[in-house]
């Protein structure tokens, strides 16, 4: 089982596509959240989406300027990320789980550096 994301550096107030692509299990079965932290801060929510990708939740501090979508034929979930702050820093992480509403992740990606700066 593997979840693989890339992130990069970008300046402040430009846009970023995060992707994340699964092998090793069925990924159209899994709904799929983007978490990140920052240096010194706890781990925290960004997006999530449902299997069929026509539900979506952001958190506040992103919604408006992310968006999550995913392409089960390509096993891969995106986060597009606009207007980036440099609070956006952080080391981003996809994760899955069966249900798009409670329970734990199943599997988690090895998080990918995001770097805000000009």
């Known amino acids: 089982v593997q979840l693989q994301a890339w992130g990069g550096l970008v300046q402040p107030g430009g846009s970023h596509r995060l992707s994340c692509a699964a092998s090793?299990?069925?990924?159209?079965?899994?709904?799929v959240a983007w978490f990140r932290q920052a240096p010194g801060k706890e781990r925290e929510f960004v997006a999530r989406?449902?299997?069929?990708?026509?539900?979506?939740d952001y958190a506040d501090s992103v919604r408006g300027r992310f968006s999550i979508s995913r392409d089960n034929a390509k096993n891969t979930v995106y986060l597009q990320m606009n207007s980036l702050e440099p609070e956006d820093t952080a080391v981003y992480y996809c994760?899955?789980?069966?249900?798009?509403?409670?329970?734990?992740?199943?599997?988690w990606g090895q998080g990918t550096q995001v770097t805000v700066s000009s």
């Open positions: 989406i449902n299997t069929s990708g026509g539900m979506t």
């Open positions: 994760a899955v789980r069966l249900s798009f509403y409670s329970g734990r992740y199943n599997y």
């Open positions: 090793g299990f069925t990924f159209s079965s899994y709904a």
